[in-house]
């Protein structure tokens, strides 16, 4: 059987399953299973897609955000690139039995990755300029089918609402005309897409759709933007589901959910007044990035990224250039560092959770961070720079970020679930897909097959082939 993957990224289950006009969506909730997902930490595209593929956690991969520490030195993460999976993915399984996939958008996917079949490069492009299929030539058919591609939009100095809007609508129109162009004409067994333009939608409309966000004003103009774009997800799906046919797995899904910012806390302000991080000389008046401090490494002790889900580095003796911490007492600074950032508490009700990679990953590969902070449930951003104060920086808001559990709809002919299912896991998902497929499940895979032991229903043919489709038309529209 094929696999289908379409990736909703930050598809949030208050609004892909409560939205009655969402036609195409509900209908593949009734043929099969759906429910939340249990994410990974940290959340957001990047690690969580292919976490989702490889079926291992951030840490068993040495993927630990957006960006990542190069080694253990100074220098600042760098963005990910396509990272050396330890084990097979989805498509290196298909592989495997000598059958093709088309990966499209998956992150981090520059330069895109060489896979039997197809690889379309992520939001990570560097630019339009940029080289971003596998093979190269691919990409020449793209730009004469719809014309300048774009893998995301691109920021104005000044951005009005207006432009933004009206570019990932364009963006999302030109990749889901590649997507069904791919469907066609390509050769495939398995499918992977991920919509980059619902995380970027509820990013910069989330306060004017949510009365609950600090900055909402009622009576936006633009309060129906994110309702509209699910609603032309759930139309270029529908347009989808025409193309594949009875003996397909499709998945819809999310790695992660998107919540409302309701502040910010800037962890190098508060290592800065707690004496771990010190500068050579003071910071610009004002607010400074991180970047452009003078740090004095030979007396900091910790410093920090941002995102939502912000990592700490220590400054260890015997790993980093100039530690300062002693290798024997790493253990104990750890444990207080972690107790001093969960006893922090601010009138808004802040809590603060503290992770330690090692107790929460299998394994710990390439240079993690010495510990992961998880701000307000989900709720708060870390912010780098300094020059505020550590835990009230609303000036550094956007609408939302990615927290929460994502969601997931199965639909398989042969698949035994049905109706809402609990207690899915984003890692469980690349065995299930194998499983309903036909496919070993390598052992390198850390979830479970959620239909593992279950007898699946039997392979369609004739009037239940006819059956499936219609069914899966009928949401369309069309019967």
């Not at 299929?133 to 691919?138: G, H, K």
């Not at 004095?296 to 100039?322: L, M, Q």
């Not at 107790?339 to 240079?367: C, H, K, M, W």
């Not at 808001?397 to 969601?407: E, F, I, Y």
């Amino acid at each position: 059987m094929k696999i289908c993957i379409l990736g909703l990224d930050g598809g949030t289950s208050q609004l892909m399953f409560s939205d009655e006009r969402l036609a195409n969506i509900r209908r593949l909730m009734e043929l099969g299973a759906y429910g939340q997902l249990q994410g990974v930490l940290p959340p957001g595209a990047v690690p969580g897609w292919t976490c989702l593929a490889a079926s291992q956690d951030p840490g068993s991969l040495g993927l630990y955000g957006l960006r990542n520490r190069p080694h253990f030195s100074y220098s600042p993460p760098v963005t990910a690139t396509p990272p050396a999976i330890h084990g097979a993915a989805l498509w290196d399984q298909v592989a495997a039995a000598n059958r093709k996939s088309i990966v499209f958008a998956v992150a981090p996917n520059f330069p895109p990755r060489p896979v039997h079949g197809i690889s379309l490069g992520c939001f990570l492009t560097a630019d339009s300029a940029a080289d971003f299929s596998f093979p190269p030539d691919l990409q020449n058919d793209i730009r004469k089918l719809v014309g300048n591609y774009a893998t995301d939009i691109q920021h104005p100095v000044d951005p009005q609402k207006d432009e933004l809007r009206d570019q990932i609508f364009e963006m999302s129109r030109k990749q889901w005309e590649v997507v069904r162009w791919l469907l066609r004409e390509q050769e495939w067994d398995y499918f992977h897409f991920v919509d980059i333009g619902l995380d970027r939608v509820q990013r910069i409309f989330w306060e004017d759709f949510d009365p609950q966000h600090p900055r909402y004003q009622p009576g936006s103009a633009y309060r129906s933007v994110i309702p509209d774009y699910y609603l032309w997800l759930d139309q270029q799906i529908g347009s989808v589901l025409e193309l594949l046919d009875s003996e397909t797995v499709l998945l819809l899904g999310s790695t992660n959910g998107m919540q409302r910012l309701d502040g910010g806390f800037a962890i190098n302000q508060w290592l800065l007044e707690q004496g771990l991080l010190a500068l050579s000389r003071p910071p610009a008046v004002g607010i400074t990035d991180f970047d452009q401090l003078s740090v004095d490494w030979t007396r900091t002790k910790a410093w920090s990224g941002d995102g939502p889900c912000a990592p700490i580095y220590f400054n260890v003796e015997g790993r980093e250039p100039n530690g300062t911490i002693p290798a024997p007492e790493y253990e104990r600074f750890r444990n207080q560092i972690k107790a001093s950032l969960e006893s922090l508490r601010d009138g808004n009700g802040l809590r603060i959770q503290v992770f330690r990679p090692d107790e929460i990953y299998r394994q710990t590969r390439n240079y993690a961070p010495d510990l992961l902070v998880q701000l307000g449930e989900g709720r708060w951003s870390s912010v780098g720079s300094v020059g505020h104060p550590a835990l009230d920086v609303p000036d550094m808001l956007a609408g939302c970020h990615p927290c929460g559990p994502g969601v997931f709809v199965l639909s398989s002919p042969n698949c035994p679930l049905a109706g809402e299912y609990e207690g899915a896991h984003v890692l469980d998902l690349a065995p299930t897909l194998l499983d309903l497929a036909g496919y070993e499940i390598p052992s390198s895979m850390q979830g479970r097959s959620l239909v593992a032991g279950m007898e699946k229903k039997g392979g369609s043919s004739g009037s239940e082939s006819d059956q499936i489709i219609m069914d899966r038309l009928a949401g369309l529209g069309y019967v």
